[in-house]
């Protein structure tokens, strides 16, 4: 056994929890790497494919529920700040409410399986009141058959396990050059995207205090358009005097309903 497998061996399981852990958390780092590469070295028989499980569910578990009763105490405010550490755009709200509108519970046995959904939805799912017993009975089908799935492929592959870690001790120090450029492109990609999409929104806004003062004087040169999800309506009911409802996916089936003639104002918090 090379050095690498052995370094590989010796802390798998803590690898495991740790990139498992940050992942859930909301924080950037894949964890379908080491997933793979522990259920390669359970084939291989130098680690326990049901331990490895354990450890991943454990990780999971925590963050999960933490973020879940954060949603059920705060509610969309701590969506809005997953998303932001998660450096995903804004819409990745939008996407997991849809998600939960179109599937319902269901969503949450396969969120994992979406980068950038997978730490959103136990807090959405606190938020929109589904019971805590019912919770952690989807959060861990769910861990265990992200999990499994992920490791159970590493297994199969187990035999490729000896190439790749002799390809590794082979680069040598150049292993960890490459895996931290590659994690960086991506960290600068998504910084990249966010900051786009939030110049794009600067290009276009309006600040609450010029719409205030434009509705206290009764200016009708324009009409608003909430664009809020049924989940956010439902949450937070109160809305801008005089909008009307017609949520994002909606507009384009409902744009014979949007005043002619009128600056179009949306808003969707």
Known sequence: MNET?????????????????AEQIGLPIPAVPVLLGVGALAGAGH??????LGTALAASLVPDLIWYELGRR?????????????????????????????????TLLFAKF????????PPLAGMVGIARPQFIALDV???FLWAGTWMGLGYVFSDALEVVTGWAARLGNWIGVVIVT???????????QRRRFLR???IARIRPEELKDRLERGDDTFAVIDTRSRLDVTATPRAIPGAVWITAEDIARRQHELPRGRE??????
């Open 47 to 52: 680690l326990s494919l049901f331990v490895g």
């Open 5 to 21: 497998l052995q370094a590989l061996v010796q802390y798998g399981y803590a690898l495991l929890a740790a990139f498992v852990l």
């Open 264 to 269: 179009i104002i949306l808003y969707c918090s």
């Open 114 to 121: 979406l980068p950038g959904l997978s730490t959103v939805a």
């Open 74 to 106: 705060r509610g969309n405010r701590v969506l809005r700040h997953l998303c932001k550490i998660s450096l995903e755009p804004d819409s990745c709200v939008r996407r997991t409410e849809d998600l939960f509108v179109r599937q319902g519970r269901k």
């Open 200 to 202: 794009e929104l600067r």
């Open 141 to 143: 089908a769910a861990a």
């Open 182 to 192: 590659a994690f960086a492109t991506y960290v600068l990609v998504k910084y990249i």
